[in-house]
Protein backbone atom coordinates (compact mmCIF):
# COMPACT_ATOMS: atom_id res chain seq x y z
CA UNK A 1 0.00 0.00 0.00
CA UNK A 2 1.21 3.17 -0.76
CA UNK A 3 2.38 5.40 2.74
CA UNK A 4 4.20 7.75 3.73
CA UNK A 5 6.36 7.52 7.50
CA UNK A 6 7.44 10.26 9.54
CA UNK A 7 9.51 8.81 12.18
CA UNK A 8 9.57 11.56 14.52
CA UNK A 9 6.33 12.71 16.41
CA UNK A 10 7.87 15.90 17.94
CA UNK A 11 11.29 17.49 18.15
CA UNK A 12 13.31 19.94 19.56
CA UNK A 13 16.01 22.07 18.88
CA UNK A 14 17.92 24.96 19.87
CA UNK A 15 18.20 28.25 17.71
CA UNK A 16 21.29 27.96 15.27
CA UNK A 17 21.32 24.67 15.45
CA UNK A 18 21.39 22.31 12.11
CA UNK A 19 17.77 20.14 11.66
CA UNK A 20 16.86 16.82 9.85
CA UNK A 21 13.41 15.42 9.71
CA UNK A 22 13.00 12.02 8.72
CA UNK A 23 10.42 11.16 6.04
CA UNK A 24 10.18 7.41 4.30
CA UNK A 25 7.57 6.16 1.59
CA UNK A 26 6.41 3.02 0.39
CA UNK A 27 5.08 3.43 -3.36
CA UNK A 28 5.10 1.45 -6.11
CA UNK A 29 7.50 3.46 -8.31
CA UNK A 30 9.25 6.75 -7.57
CA UNK A 31 6.43 9.26 -6.76
CA UNK A 32 6.56 12.58 -6.59
CA UNK A 33 7.84 14.23 -2.37
CA UNK A 34 6.75 16.94 -0.97
CA UNK A 35 7.81 19.14 2.04
CA UNK A 36 5.28 20.51 3.80
CA UNK A 37 4.79 23.55 6.73
CA UNK A 38 1.70 24.41 8.48
CA UNK A 39 2.17 27.18 11.79
CA UNK A 40 -0.83 27.30 13.87
CA UNK A 41 -3.86 28.24 12.53
CA UNK A 42 -2.68 28.32 8.88
CA UNK A 43 -2.77 26.52 5.78
CA UNK A 44 -0.35 24.40 4.09
CA UNK A 45 2.54 25.96 2.37
CA UNK A 46 4.86 24.08 -0.04
CA UNK A 47 8.57 24.28 1.38
CA UNK A 48 10.13 22.17 -1.59
CA UNK A 49 8.95 19.43 -3.92
CA UNK A 50 11.10 16.46 -5.97
CA UNK A 51 9.98 15.74 -9.58
CA UNK A 52 13.07 14.09 -11.03
CA UNK A 53 16.58 15.07 -11.54
CA UNK A 54 18.82 16.18 -9.19
CA UNK A 55 18.28 14.58 -5.58
CA UNK A 56 19.18 17.45 -3.84
CA UNK A 57 16.38 19.70 -3.83
CA UNK A 58 16.42 23.34 -3.01
CA UNK A 59 13.34 24.99 -0.96
CA UNK A 60 12.36 28.48 1.00
CA UNK A 61 13.22 29.03 3.22
CA UNK A 62 16.77 28.08 3.41
CA UNK A 63 15.34 24.11 3.57
CA UNK A 64 16.81 21.07 1.40
CA UNK A 65 15.69 18.03 0.85
CA UNK A 66 18.01 14.69 -0.51
CA UNK A 67 16.11 11.96 -2.22
CA UNK A 68 17.88 8.59 -1.63
CA UNK A 69 15.93 5.88 -3.77
CA UNK A 70 17.89 3.43 -1.73
CA UNK A 71 16.79 4.01 1.52
CA UNK A 72 12.97 5.03 0.26
CA UNK A 73 13.58 8.40 2.00
CA UNK A 74 13.33 12.32 1.70
CA UNK A 75 14.90 13.88 4.41
CA UNK A 76 14.48 17.39 5.06
CA UNK A 77 17.07 19.57 6.58
CA UNK A 78 18.38 23.11 7.29
CA UNK A 79 21.92 23.88 8.62
CA UNK A 80 20.90 26.83 10.98
CA UNK A 81 16.99 26.83 12.75
CA UNK A 82 15.22 30.06 13.24
CA UNK A 83 12.65 30.23 16.17
CA UNK A 84 10.30 31.55 13.37
CA UNK A 85 11.00 27.87 11.88
CA UNK A 86 8.50 26.08 14.82
CA UNK A 87 5.68 24.62 12.97
CA UNK A 88 4.46 21.39 11.91
CA UNK A 89 5.97 19.55 9.38
CA UNK A 90 4.05 17.17 6.06
CA UNK A 91 5.89 15.12 4.22
CA UNK A 92 4.11 13.89 0.85
CA UNK A 93 3.86 11.66 -2.18
CA UNK A 94 1.78 11.36 -4.80
CA UNK A 95 2.06 9.07 -7.87
CA UNK A 96 1.69 10.44 -11.48
CA UNK A 97 -2.27 10.42 -11.63
CA UNK A 98 -2.45 9.55 -8.17
CA UNK A 99 -3.73 11.28 -4.92
CA UNK A 100 -1.18 12.70 -2.37
CA UNK A 101 -0.15 11.03 0.82
CA UNK A 102 0.76 12.71 3.57
CA UNK A 103 2.94 11.76 6.42
CA UNK A 104 1.42 12.36 10.11
CA UNK A 105 3.48 15.13 10.63
CA UNK A 106 6.70 15.90 12.78
CA UNK A 107 6.05 19.08 14.99
CA UNK A 108 9.31 20.66 15.86
CA UNK A 109 10.40 23.39 18.63
CA UNK A 110 12.57 25.45 18.51
CA UNK A 111 14.48 26.34 21.93
CA UNK A 112 15.79 29.70 22.73
CA UNK B 1 -4.30 35.78 -6.75
CA UNK B 2 -6.33 35.64 -3.81
CA UNK B 3 -5.17 32.06 -2.90
CA UNK B 4 -7.34 29.07 -1.98
CA UNK B 5 -10.38 30.53 -0.21
CA UNK B 6 -12.42 27.77 2.51
CA UNK B 7 -15.80 29.08 3.93
CA UNK B 8 -16.83 29.20 6.64
CA UNK B 9 -13.64 29.18 8.79
CA UNK B 10 -15.66 27.07 11.82
CA UNK B 11 -18.42 25.24 11.56
CA UNK B 12 -20.27 23.72 15.05
CA UNK B 13 -23.17 21.55 14.28
CA UNK B 14 -25.25 18.93 16.53
CA UNK B 15 -24.86 15.50 15.45
CA UNK B 16 -27.48 14.38 13.04
CA UNK B 17 -27.77 17.77 10.82
CA UNK B 18 -26.06 18.44 7.61
CA UNK B 19 -23.15 20.89 6.68
CA UNK B 20 -21.51 21.81 3.57
CA UNK B 21 -18.14 23.50 3.36
CA UNK B 22 -17.61 25.46 0.18
CA UNK B 23 -14.01 26.20 -1.38
CA UNK B 24 -12.80 28.57 -4.08
CA UNK B 25 -9.29 27.49 -6.10
CA UNK B 26 -7.00 29.58 -7.47
CA UNK B 27 -8.73 30.54 -11.15
CA UNK B 28 -6.80 28.60 -13.58
CA UNK B 29 -6.04 25.64 -11.43
CA UNK B 30 -7.92 22.65 -12.89
CA UNK B 31 -7.39 19.91 -10.17
CA UNK B 32 -9.19 20.66 -6.78
CA UNK B 33 -8.61 18.15 -3.85
CA UNK B 34 -10.15 17.63 -0.32
CA UNK B 35 -8.32 16.37 2.63
CA UNK B 36 -9.58 15.71 6.36
CA UNK B 37 -7.22 16.12 9.20
CA UNK B 38 -7.76 15.29 12.79
CA UNK B 39 -5.44 16.56 15.74
CA UNK B 40 -1.89 14.88 15.25
CA UNK B 41 -2.35 13.78 11.95
CA UNK B 42 -1.68 14.30 8.46
CA UNK B 43 -4.08 15.21 6.22
CA UNK B 44 -5.91 12.20 4.59
CA UNK B 45 -6.70 12.40 0.84
CA UNK B 46 -10.48 12.37 0.30
CA UNK B 47 -11.81 13.42 -2.96
CA UNK B 48 -10.08 15.22 -6.01
CA UNK B 49 -11.59 16.64 -9.24
CA UNK B 50 -9.97 17.54 -12.88
CA UNK B 51 -12.02 20.09 -13.53
CA UNK B 52 -15.56 19.25 -12.68
CA UNK B 53 -15.04 15.36 -13.01
CA UNK B 54 -14.48 13.81 -10.02
CA UNK B 55 -11.40 11.20 -10.51
CA UNK B 56 -11.26 9.24 -7.37
CA UNK B 57 -12.72 9.30 -4.02
CA UNK B 58 -10.98 7.27 -0.70
CA UNK B 59 -12.78 4.53 0.88
CA UNK B 60 -12.99 7.02 3.74
CA UNK B 61 -15.57 8.65 2.35
CA UNK B 62 -18.55 7.02 3.47
CA UNK B 63 -21.71 7.55 1.79
CA UNK B 64 -22.77 10.42 4.39
CA UNK B 65 -19.99 12.44 2.27
CA UNK B 66 -20.96 13.55 -1.08
CA UNK B 67 -18.58 16.52 -3.31
CA UNK B 68 -18.92 18.76 -6.17
CA UNK B 69 -17.41 20.54 -9.01
CA UNK B 70 -20.36 21.77 -11.11
CA UNK B 71 -18.59 24.11 -13.34
CA UNK B 72 -14.94 23.08 -13.01
CA UNK B 73 -14.01 26.41 -10.46
CA UNK B 74 -15.70 26.35 -7.24
CA UNK B 75 -16.21 22.78 -4.94
CA UNK B 76 -18.31 22.00 -2.22
CA UNK B 77 -18.36 19.19 0.81
CA UNK B 78 -21.61 18.22 2.07
CA UNK B 79 -21.77 15.71 5.04
CA UNK B 80 -25.48 14.41 6.04
CA UNK B 81 -26.07 13.46 9.10
CA UNK B 82 -22.94 14.32 11.00
CA UNK B 83 -21.46 12.21 13.48
CA UNK B 84 -18.99 13.35 16.07
CA UNK B 85 -16.33 11.63 14.44
CA UNK B 86 -16.56 13.83 11.53
CA UNK B 87 -15.42 16.18 13.74
CA UNK B 88 -12.02 17.58 12.27
CA UNK B 89 -10.24 20.15 9.72
CA UNK B 90 -11.25 19.64 6.15
CA UNK B 91 -8.80 21.15 3.71
CA UNK B 92 -9.53 22.41 0.21
CA UNK B 93 -6.49 22.20 -2.21
CA UNK B 94 -6.06 22.99 -5.75
CA UNK B 95 -3.18 22.90 -8.19
CA UNK B 96 -2.30 23.17 -12.07
CA UNK B 97 -1.28 19.89 -12.82
CA UNK B 98 0.61 19.13 -16.81
CA UNK B 99 2.67 16.53 -17.39
CA UNK B 100 5.80 17.01 -15.40
CA UNK B 101 5.28 19.53 -12.77
CA UNK B 102 1.69 20.09 -10.02
CA UNK B 103 2.39 22.36 -6.99
CA UNK B 104 -0.31 22.37 -4.38
CA UNK B 105 -2.09 25.44 -2.84
CA UNK B 106 -3.97 25.03 0.78
CA UNK B 107 -7.04 27.09 2.30
CA UNK B 108 -6.51 27.20 5.50
CA UNK B 109 -9.20 25.00 6.25
CA UNK B 110 -12.60 24.67 7.62
CA UNK B 111 -12.75 23.34 11.07
CA UNK B 112 -16.06 21.10 12.01
CA UNK B 113 -17.65 20.48 15.47
CA UNK B 114 -19.64 18.19 15.52
CA UNK B 115 -21.51 18.20 19.01
Known amino acids: AQSVTQPDIHITVSEGASLELRCNYSYGATPYLFWYVQSPGQGLQLLLKYFSGDTLVQGIKGFEAEFKRSQSSFNLRKPSVHWSDAAEYFCAAGGRNNDMRFGAGTRLTVKP | DTGVSQNPRHKITKRGQNVTFRCDPI?????LYWYRQTLGQGPEFLTYFQNEAQLEKSRLLSDRFSAERPKGSFSTLEIQRTEQGDSAMYLCASSFRDSTNEKLFFGSGTQLSVL
Open chain 2, 27 to 31: SEHNR
